[in-house]
């Protein structure tokens, strides 16, 4: 399989599609914005701004260690997902 083949899969789109949802729902529970994520993320040490993480959550692609961070640093302590179980 060609370099990045996979990310063009429906399946792998539809785990991203998951992954945005849920980081993008608990946001909003919580009703913070993305530039109080960012400063919530600078606490633990991750630097970004407002617009490349604006980006990174709209394409979804991004990796499982910032999902978790991005949970930790809002204070989340467990992801519940549809599906799960």
């Known amino acids: 399989m060609p370099k990045n ?3 063009t ?3 792998t789109q539809e ?3 998951k992954a945005k949802n849920l980081l993008k729902g ?5 009703g913070l914005t ?3 994520l960012v400063e919530k993320l600078a606490t633990l040490g991750i630097e970004e701004n407002e617009r490349n993480l604006t980006n990174k959550i709209s394409r979804g ?3 499982a260690a ?3 961070q991005c949970f930790e640093a809002i204070g989340a302590r467990s992801i519940a997902s549809k599906g799960a179980g």
């Not at 608990?26 to 919580?30: A, I, N, P, Q, T």
């Open 15 to 17: 785990y991203e599609a």
């Open 34 to 36: 993305y530039a109080q």
């Open 61 to 63: 692609g991004f990796t």
């Open 26 to 30: 608990e946001l909003k529970r919580r």
């Open 5 to 7: 083949e996979w990310k």
């Open 66 to 68: 910032f999902l978790i």
């Open 9 to 11: 899969k429906p399946l």
